[in-house]
Nanobody, 120 residues
Framework: VQLQASGGGLVQPGESLTLSCAGS????????TAWFRQAPGKEREWVSC???????YVQDSVRVRSTISGDTAKNTISLQIRNLRPEDTAVYYC???????????????WGQGTQVTVSS
């Protein structure tokens, strides 16, 4: 069972990225899937979550700039962030649990992370 996060990279402020979390040996539609991020020297923080019934939850700092969505056929959960800012720079992780939450300890399966760097 594995979660694979991808889609990160180096972008300029104002650009967009779509991160993808792919499930291997796990059907993501059967779980709540969240995105967290961790900037250098900071604690891992919750960004967004998509529940089993399709409900979505987003952190206030990215609420109007991001969309979390699922693709059942591809077994992926994606996070699009628009109008990226330098403060969005972090390693982004996907994780699963039975229900959505905002606490790291709530999630019991984690992907390896993908680096997002926003810099001019």
């Amino acid at each position: 069972v594995q979660l694979q996060a991808s889609g990160g990279g180096l972008v300029q402020p104002g650009e967009s990225l779509t991160l993808s979390c792919a499930g291997s040996g796990i059907t993501l539609a059967h779980y709540a899937t969240a995105w967290f991020r961790q900037a250098p020297g900071k604690e891992r923080e919750w960004v967004s979550c998509r529940s089993i019934d399709g409900s979505t939850y987003v952190q206030d700092s990215v609420r109007v700039r991001s969309t979390i969505s699922g693709d059942t056929a591809k077994n992926t959960i994606s996070l699009q962030i628009r109008n990226l800012r330098p403060e969005d720079t972090a390693v982004y992780y996907c994780a699963t649990a039975m229900t959505c939450g905002t606490v790291v300890a709530w999630f019991d399966r984690w992907g390896q992370g993908t680096q997002v760097t926003v810099s001019s």
